[in-house]
């Protein structure tokens, strides 16, 4: 089992940048990003592997959102680079024992979450 603890969320204008932090408790496992804005469907953001090779995104963020992983420190880190208005949701980062998998349903631990708002 795994426990996994977000931080780095705020309020930030367009253009902007924020850091996003997701500590994993016990062994590693491939970890992934989503966000759920209001009324929308919790969608993927980014996924790494357990190892921190072979980052994938969802189109919508690539080029401006970059995933990564510091083994040491077991910690997943979301640096997102020229934030917009449609980046507002609340993130959370997720587990899985299976790689590459963008689907929510692969996931079977997440964390609690944490609001990023991006204001025009």
């Known amino acids: 089992q795994v426990h996994l603890v977000e931080s780095g969320g705020g309020l930030v204008q367009a253009g902007d940048s924020l850091r996003l932090s997701c500590v994993a408790s016990g062994r590693a496992y491939h970890v992934g990003w989503f966000r759920q804005a209001p009324d929308k469907e919790r969608e993927f953001v980014a996924g790494i592997t357990s190892t921190g090779s072979q980052p994938f995104y969802a189109d919508s963020v690539k080029g401006r959102f970059t995933i990564s992983r510091d083994t040491a420190k077991n910690t997943i880190y979301l640096q997102m680079d020229s934030l917009k208005p449609d980046d507002t949701a609340m993130y959370s980062c997720?587990?899985?024992?299976?790689?590459?998998?963008?689907?929510?349903?692969?996931?079977?631990?997440w964390g609690q979450g944490i609001q990023v708002t991006v204001s025009a």
């Open positions: 997720a587990a899985s024992e299976v790689a590459w998998k963008n689907n929510r349903h692969h996931y079977d631990y």
